[in-house]
């Protein structure tokens, strides 16, 4: 099992509203590591902007090459890309500022503290995601 930590940027996917009219997430998009992501492996979502963890799930499946799903709650064309279906475990509302990860040392190392802008998702060694959990 490997951990993970995906981003969620608002400007570009209406997550609020997907679930606010039903919608349930079952896949997320991912531009790199889609052949290294495995069923059983937990992952952290974590919102861009104001910071913070938004869900905790797990992955159910490989990653497929398809349309976005629900295309309607993306604010940007998105066309085919790699998604890998999941499945949330619990959903959250924890604002953490970026600067608390970076002046976290328990997130040494971590490459979404060194790129935070990078393409999703990003490695989680076992001991950052036990930080991430600490903050829930």
């Known amino acids: 099992m ?4 995906m981003t969620w940027n608002p400007r570009t996917f209406q997550l609020d509203e997907l679930r606010q009219s039903g919608g349930t997430l079952e896949d ?5 590591f889609w052949r290294e992501l495995s069923a059983g492996d937990k992952f952290v979502l974590w919102r861009t902007g104001r910071g ?22 993306w604010t940007e064309k998105s066309d085919r890309a790699w998604f890998v279906p999941l499945v949330i475990d619990s959903w959250h509302d924890r604002v953490i500022p970026f600067k608390t ?28 995601w036990n930080a991430f959990m600490s903050y829930l």
């Open 2 to 5: 490997r951990y993970w930590l």
């Open 28 to 32: 997320w998009r991912v531009r790199r």
């Open 52 to 73: 913070g963890i938004a869900a905790v799930g797990s992955i159910t499946g490989e990653a497929e090459f398809k349309d976005p799903p629900a295309p309607e709650h």
């Open 101 to 128: 990860l970076r002046d976290d040392e328990r997130l040494e190392g971590m490459m979404f503290r060194q790129m935070p802008g990078g393409k999703n998702p990003h490695p989680l060694t076992e001991d950052h």
